[in-house]
């Protein structure tokens, strides 16, 4: 979910200022030993990616995207960045809070720790009134809004 809502803000970022975004998926092959749950999960990060795929191109947006198997996913993003030349790192984390400490896990740690450019870290939802700010309501003729009435766009899969 979170990184879902994650490539929603950049492909908002990449319309704004007509950067191309790059989608990554890592698939851990440390943490899944079963071939036939890793191969099923590779299946998934590929559906997953073109249905992202056809939503950047459908806002507009140019939009690629990379599908990879590591080891050591917090290696492997830097070095996507790198051959990529991308100015700007975009991550989906969600927080689990350790005393007074949010810990996003290990592969955001080290990206955050080690990236060679500026890392972005989304970790929350998108508001429904950031959602009409970036696409505005078609008008429907004969159809006036009244002030005050909110209307909340489907939720992001």
């Known amino acids: 979910m979170h990184s879902r809502a994650a490539v929603e803000l950049a492909f908002l970022y990449a319309k704004?200022?007509?950067?191309?975004?790059?989608?990554?998926?890592v698939v851990e092959a440390s943490s899944v030993i079963d071939r036939r749950a890793r191969t099923?999960?590779?299946?998934?990060?590929?559906?997953?990616?073109?249905?992202?795929?056809?939503?950047?191109?459908?806002?507009?947006?140019?939009?690629?995207?990379?599908?990879?198997?590591?080891?050591?996913?917090?290696?492997t993003i830097p070095d996507v960045q790198e051959e990529e030349r991308a100015d700007l790192l975009l991550l989906g984390a969600m927080p689990r809070y350790v005393e007074q400490r949010a810990f996003f896990g290990p592969t955001v740690d080290q990206v955050l720790a080690h990236a060679p450019c500026t890392v972005g870290l989304y970790v929350g939802g998108v508001r429904p009134a950031a959602l009409r700010a970036a696409s505005p309501e078609p008008e429907i003729e004969g159809i006036e809004r009244e002030r005050g009435e909110q209307e909340h766009p489907p939720p992001l899969q």
């Open 16 to 25: 704004e200022t007509h950067a191309r975004v790059t989608l990554l998926h």
């Open 40 to 75: 099923e999960m590779w299946l998934l990060g590929g559906r997953m990616l073109e249905e992202l795929l056809q939503r950047g191109r459908h806002a507009g947006v140019d939009v690629r995207c990379r599908l990879m198997t590591s080891r050591f996913p917090s290696r």
